[in-house]
């Protein structure tokens, strides 16, 4: 990559010191109303319109002066992209506009030529010090910032902390917000100057190319495919790294074709909305086991849009990222030549018993024909068909009979369409109470599903005030309120990778590391809760009524599973969640209290305050209290 270039070296340092001089830097009143006005009524409308979902703006308004003062004057005033990459200097006279004068046509005309979806610069401290396009990721923090979750961010980390100099770090596709909610796969590489690194360069991986390589440029049929074979790639998600052929090519067929394949109503529209089916749409054929397994070869199956295929597959690994590739060719196409030898074999043999069955034909049609039009409609139905009616006929025999099967097929189409309603509500419910590999598990019969987890992090929280305002209200107001303040919760957890187990009057239990495993699961939980806290004030405050949020953490073994059999629920027990549920019900104020367990995996910006020991089985354990973070 060209961080090893002396013009990318001089920009990192220069970039770096003159964002280090505006850490001091105050914003006017009109400046802050600039800054917004633009993630209110710009950033966050564009963002909410891309995913489909509420966005609360809040976590995503830099707080550092730095990143503040540089999207007052490169972002904000900005119509779009395209505006802001065509800025060389804002013209506040400051040092970073200077610098950004000097080093942008550089990185613009690199930006342009090799088609990169942007270009980043970030410092030793893990500021982005400059980027191409100007986003509202110019100036965040990637290790404690709002995109501190991201892939860059994580392969900002690995880059500067044990790659190699010229060592590249490459990152699978992923929704990233600054792009509105885009999907993006980076490069980054560590900035090095006299043998010590100061920072690195990340770039936007060219999405448009790899989709140009993968569908020949929209020239199928040069490239080999015929007219219905594709190649696609499938990350280890198991969800797809390149476009759709169908979806390019007729997006209303793809949209029917998914459908009926069993694809995810919510990813088909997302991918029909966007144009693509990139970092949306999952895959689940053989095909694709087979090349995530590690195995090269052919086979005839269902393809990902329904119907017979011919697929060949392979893994490919790029760069540390791990794909499966895919060859389909619709299996009528691909053994068109066979068909052909056989039809014109079969079809010279049947011209003479086809002379010779006419006749009979044509008198049995004549008797038979009322009866087969109520098989064949009999079959139909048979088949799944609905709302399937035949033709009454001239004789009274048939009018009744043929009357009495209409009557019958309006039946069963009506319950029909009440079993698949019903089966869609049941779907949506277990997608509520229990995770996807459970769901999995209990689809295929498993009469008992539990599972042992080593190292959880587990948060059990109770909302103080609630009883009291409960006893006031009457039973829907008190369900409105607790839904809301849930949803929010839940809403939150996916930034951190926390995952919601279940919620009653009494308490909300989830954790981090269940079925993904996280190494800094006790940040993460620690920081999850954290913005329960401001979630519950911010309710507090908007609704009138006086709440706060007392937390329990701790982490351990637990264990979960399924638990009943009549009536299901899933749930999680264990030491790690029987001590999270005494360290906040044993205490009357609020807060957010951790064990040393918890303790120990916590950055030195947070603030603990010991707040006294607990009995367990193991002896007396200290208790620490979140104090919230130090200041900058």
Not at 110 to 120: A, K, N, P
């Amino acid at each position: 990559m060209h961080a090893r270039g002396q013009s990318v070296i001089d920009a990192t340092t220069a970039f770096s010191g003159a964002a280090q001089e505006l850490d001091a830097a105050e914003l006017t009143a009109d400046e802050q109303a600039l800054l917004t006005g633009y993630y209110d009524e710009v950033f966050g409308p564009a963002l909410a319109a891309a995913s489909g979902d509420v966005v609360d703006v809040a976590p995503f308004v830099p707080r550092a002066p730095a990143a503040r003062y540089l999207q007052v004057h490169y972002t904000a005033p900005s119509s779009g992209f395209a505006d802001a990459i065509a800025v060389d200097d804002a013209g506040d006279g400051s040092t970073w506009s200077s610098v950004h004068a000097q080093y942008h046509p550089y990185f613009r005309s690199m930006t342009e030529r090799l088609d990169y979806e942007d270009v980043l610069l970030i410092d030793a401290r893990g500021i982005v010090v400059y980027t191409a396009y100007k986003g509202v990721d110019l100036g965040t923090d990637l290790i404690a910032g709002p995109y501190r979750f991201s892939a860059l961010a994580e392969a900002y980390a690995s880059a500067v902390g044990g790659a190699a100099v010229g060592d590249v770090v490459v990152t699978d596709f992923e929704v990233y917000p600054p792009s509105l909610d885009l999907p993006a796969g980076w490069a980054v590489t560590p900035v090095v100057r006299d043998g010590a690194i100061i920072g690195a360069m990340a770039v936007e991986l060219p999405i448009a190319r790899l989709a140009a390589v993968m569908t020949a440029d929209g020239d199928w049929s040069r490239g080999g495919l015929g007219a219905t074979g594709e190649a696609y790639l499938v990350g280890p998600d198991g969800i797809m790294r390149s476009p759709s052929r169908l979806l390019l090519q007729d997006p209303a067929a793809f949209a029917t074709a998914a459908r009926a394949a069993g694809a995810p109503a919510d990813a088909v529209d997302l991918a029909v909305a966007r144009g693509t089916t990139l970092a949306i749409l999952p895959v689940r054929t053989d095909a694709v086991a087979e090349a995530a397994a590690g195995r090269t070869g052919t086979l005839i199956a269902t393809g990902y849009l329904g119907g017979e295929t011919l697929a060949a597959y392979g893994p490919v690994a790029v760069a540390g990222v791990d794909w499966a590739v895919i060859a389909e060719l619709d299996s009528t196409e691909a053994f068109a030549p066979v068909a052909d030898f056989t039809r014109n074999l079969v079809v010279s043999s049947a011209v003479l018993a086809l002379i010779v069955s006419v006749l009979s034909l044509l008198l049995a049609r004549i008797f038979v024909r009322p009866l087969q039009r109520l098989s064949d409609a009999a079959q139909r139905i048979a088949a799944g068909e609905t709302g399937v009616t035949v033709d009454a006929g001239s004789s009274d025999e048939m009018m009744r009979v043929s009357a009495a099967f209409n009557d019958m097929s309006r039946s069963l189409q009506v319950k029909a369409e009440l079993i698949e309603q019903q089966r869609g509500e049941s779907e949506r419910l277990l997608r509520a109470l229990m995770p996807e590999p459970v769901i999995q598990r209990y689809r295929d019969g498993d009469q008992t599903i539990a599972e042992d987890h080593l190292d959880v992090s587990v948060l059990y929280a109770d909302i103080i005030g609630f009883d009291a305002f409960s006893r006031d209200k009457g039973s829907e107001d008190t369900l409105a309120m607790l839904n809301e303040l849930v949803k929010q919760f839940d809403d939150a957890g996916g930034a951190f990778g926390v995952e919601h187990v279940r919620t009653t009057t009494k308490g909300y239990l989830a954790s981090c590391g269940l079925t993904v495993p996280r190494i800094d699961s006790a940040r993460r939980v620690v920081e999850y809760a954290l913005e329960l806290s401001r979630i519950v004030d911010r309710f507090s405050r908007q609704s009138g009524v006086p709440l706060a949020l007392r937390a329990g953490l701790d982490q351990g073994q637990a264990s979960s599973g399924l638990v009943g059999r009549a009536h299901l629920v899933y749930d999680l027990w264990g030491d790690a969640v029987n001590l999270a549920f005494r360290l906040q019900a044993e205490r009357s104020e609020s807060g957010i209290f951790v064990t040393d367990r918890i303790a120990a995996g916590l950055p030195a910006t947070l603030r603990l305050v010991e707040a006294g020991q607990i009995e367990t089985s193991a002896g007396p354990q200290r208790v620490w209290r979140v104090d919230g973070e130090h200041s900058p």
